[in-house]
């Protein structure tokens, strides 16, 4: 990392607020999403879900499925190919698993008939005993939900760094408490839908809002049993995604339809299927224990992991590695010791959400710092100063670490916050309305070279003859606004207005491979692909212009507008439309094409070290909340969030700031209030009328800062930036509240009505923690 250039950033269209492409069609309705989508012939798909969250499957009998007039497809695991992805077949086969689970499907001419196609389908069940929780998982003789997997432990893995023993008895105090995060849902506007339409040859043409078209691709290659090039994927637009839109059995399904009625099938989730049978947010406990020295240095961390990941096994995996190990590298920590396990329960299958287990693992160790501040008269801003990795640091995980930016923000966010005059005394008279500031801090990767030896990205630039750009790329816009971003890039590369660029939908067929929108990676490994494409049109422009004006390309100036002029010689100027419109007419050019693929000089983490450099650039974010708890209710009243993020050189500030406050929003409702609810199996609240998903009334002042950092190894100085503040608003909160009541928080939500009954406990102000300090004595904060 490095200051950036000096006098400003020096870009023309890069730092600026541009607006995003698909602005105008998405306000003007005039975007298709997948449900807006319609074929000749298209049929109406549905799926019979189970009602039992465990029951084996004795027989399904869709006879009178098939009478139902309209009715062009029934379909059950019978009817499909037995292959698996991520652990789960595209229908259940011997058993449901959860309350949910796919069992048939059918396609008809109409909803009501699909519908009624569905209520006439008999299945014979066999209800088993239901594992619903993780300590009915764990026990001894506890029925396995999987064959084979005693304990229905699905994976696990420990780690040691350094000695753990002896970071324990460095440390002057102590601290250890056992946490929980719980389990959210994405709560996009846009449904899971999947439009599947196959042709005479056997070719499939899918339409799905997945955040990663060539993945999915692979899926269904994999499950349907096609090849690969027999399927073309196509994403239209997005209605949000926030990590769900990953591969569903629901797309599988629906090319099943089809391929059974010869027909276009539309599959749609219903609201209610969103929240019983998408992929919510991993939940986890963590037991936790950390020490340090009387100076505020971290001594020792030793951490108990274990994810509930539902019914089917999916990406937790990942995202309990994530979960687990990430926030190691926030900090200088040397000694640490992790075990983490992942066990199956009958619950609907969990996986990626914005963070991809960031905010579970981040949120106890941002926790216990502020306790163990605490203990040793430290500033909780101070200590993390303390600690925070450098610039040349390599983390105990071998993160490559190249810049202060975690420093940075921290000092930022307090002084934007008003740390020192707004953080209560811990003396202070208790009253009605309490008013405290809590901070929290984050790092995410900028890429993750997890999927083979490959985390790179394609582009293709084609410059037409009228000087106007098309920028194709395998990675699709989720709605993050990356399709803006690429066509930044490539207008400041090239030197041509952002409204020359064109960046059409992710279409398999025509579009170069790319792997899709995780990890915050697009802006990074896709941006660079994309400057390199542009840089090498932009040497194919100079060259034709040289051969125009039968000069050198070392003679060969730029105006403002771009136009090309042999130096010293001004009067005469060719536009990039000229010069792109000869080259179409000129021996042995054509099109001016630039095609450049980016990979990133990092490695494969070993699967039993877990250790490696995984990303070539980590992105930091700093949250500071100022916020009220009413103490009679138990309300938390959020006046202000301020938050400071290293993201290099952001792109487009106003993109940017967008992330960043629908971050916010997201993490307070992780934070404060969101959680599925469940009896017996059963989701109890399904829907926005009953989920207490944050609304526009709800959200706070939140002011979006940036730390002045360019960084080497993405496109113009930028890394990622959005997913890596989710991990940081649940314990600015929860700190906050402490700060503001002195009670401490290690379940969320932290809704009013735990935080009132915590209230209620003797000693107003003590906290709930336990503290071992260096001489063994155990007491109450």
Not at 548 to 574: I, K, N, Q, W
């Amino acid at each position: 990392m490095k200051a950036a250039p000096a006098g400003g950033h020096g870009f023309k269209v890069i730092g600026s607020s541009v607006r995003r492409l698909d602005a105008a069609s998405k306000v003007t309705g005039k975007a298709e999403y997948v449900p807006d989508l319609q074929l000749p012939g298209t049929l109406t798909g549905k799926v019979l879900r189970s009602p039992y969250p465990h029951a084996r499957i004795l027989a399904v009998d869709t006879a009178g499925a098939r009478k139902v007039p309209g009715v062009k497809a029934v379909i059950t695991a019978a009817d499909v190919p037995a292959g698996r992805h991520l652990g789960q077949n595209i229908l259940a086969v011997d058993k449901a698993r959860f309350i949910g689970d796919e069992i048939a499907a059918v396609a008809a001419v109409s909803e009501d008939a699909a519908e009624e196609a569905v209520r006439a389908i008999r299945v014979e069940w066999e209800p088993l005993p239901a594992i619903l929780s993780i300590d009915q998982a764990l026990e001894e003789g506890a029925p396995e939900i999987h064959a084979g997997q005693k304990n229905n432990i699905a994976e696990a893995f420990d780690i040691t760094r350094g000695d753990i023993q002896e970071g324990f008895r460095e440390a002057h105090a102590v601290c250890e408490d056992e946490f929980e995060t719980q389990e959210v849902i994405h709560c996009a506007l846009g449904r899971h839908a999947c439009l599947a339409s196959p042709d005479p040859s056997g070719r499939l043409t899918v339409w799905t809002p997945d955040k990663s078209p060539f993945l999915a691709r692979s899926a269904l290659s994999r499950l349907l049993q096609i090849p690969a090039g027999m399927i073309r994927v196509i994403q239209p637009a997005v209605g949000g995604g926030f990590g769900g839109n990953r591969f569903l059995p629901l797309y599988a399904i629906c090319g099943a339809l089809a391929l059974k009625a010869g027909r276009p099938v539309k599959l749609v989730n219903t609201r209610e299927e969103e929240s019983t049978a998408t992929r919510p947010r991993l939940p986890v406990r963590i037991r936790l224990r950390m020490g340090v020295r009387r100076d505020g240095a971290i001594t020792a961390k030793r951490a108990e992991v274990i994810g509930d990941c539902g019914a089917y096994l999916g990406l937790n995996p990942s995202i309990l590695e994530v979960a687990a190990c990430r926030v190691d590298s926030l900090y200088r920590i040397r000694n640490l010791e992790t075990k983490a396990s992942l066990v199956y329960t009958n619950t609907t299958p969990k996986g990626a959400f914005r963070g991809f287990g960031n905010p579970q693992g981040t949120f106890p160790v941002e926790t216990i710092l502020d306790a163990l501040a605490e203990e040793i008269g430290m500033d909780p801003v101070e200590l993390r100063l303390r600690n925070a990795v450098q610039a040349g640091d390599v983390t105990a995980h071998g993160w490559k670490i190249s810049g202060p930016g975690l420093t940075e923000c921290l000092k930022k966010a307090s002084a934007a916050v008003g740390w020192e005059s707004k953080r209560r005394p811990r003396e202070a008279a208790p009253s009605p309305v309490e008013r405290g500031v809590g901070i929290g801090c984050a790092i995410h990767v900028s890429g993750n070279r997890v999927m083979g030896d490959f985390d790179g990205s394609t582009a293709i630039i084609q410059l037409h003859e009228d000087g106007r750009a098309a920028v194709i790329t395998g990675e699709g816009e989720v709605g993050q606004g990356s399709s803006t971003t690429f066509a930044q890039i490539t207008a400041e590369t090239i030197g041509i207005p952002v409204s020359s660029v064109h960046v059409p939908d992710v279409d398999t067929d025509y579009s170069p491979y790319g792997m899709g929108a995780f990890a915050d990676r697009l802006t990074v490994i896709a941006g660079n692909a994309v400057r390199l494409a542009a840089e090498e049109v932009r040497k194919q422009l100079f060259d034709v212009a040289a051969e125009m004006f039968e000069a050198r390309v070392d003679e060969l100036e730029r105006d403002e507008e771009g136009s090309f002029y042999v130096r010293g010689h001004p009067t005469r100027r060719l536009t990039v439309a000229q010069v792109a419109g000869k080259a179409f007419k000129m021996r042995n050019r054509g099109a001016l094409i630039g095609k450049a693929t980016f990979d990133p000089d990092t490695v494969i983490v070993d699967p039993a070290t877990k250790y490696g450099n995984i990303s070539p650039d980590y992105s930091f974010a700093v949250y500071a909340v100022d916020l009220e708890v009413h103490r009679r209710t138990g309300r938390v009243r959020i006046n202000k969030v301020v938050v400071v993020h290293d993201a290099g050189t952001p792109l487009n500030p106003v993109n940017a700031a967008g992330q960043i406050e629908g971050t916010a929003g997201q993490g307070l409702g992780f934070a404060l209030g969101e959680v599925i609810l469940r009896e017996n199996g059963q989701v109890l609240n399904p829907g926005f009328l009953s989920y207490a998903v944050p609304t526009a009334l709800d959200m706070p002042d939140v002011e979006s800062l940036f730390t002045d950092t360019y960084e080497d190894g993405g496109p113009f100085g930028a890394k990622g930036l959005g997913e890596t503040g989710m991990a940081a608003v649940a314990p600015a909160v929860i700190n906050a509240v402490y700060n503001a009541v002195g009670v401490r928080i290690n379940k969320l939500p932290a809704s009013r009505e735990r935080l009132w009954q915590l209230l209620q406990r003797p000693g107003g102000r003590r906290s709930s923690r336990k503290v071992t300090n260096i001489s063994g004595r155990e007491s109450l904060g």
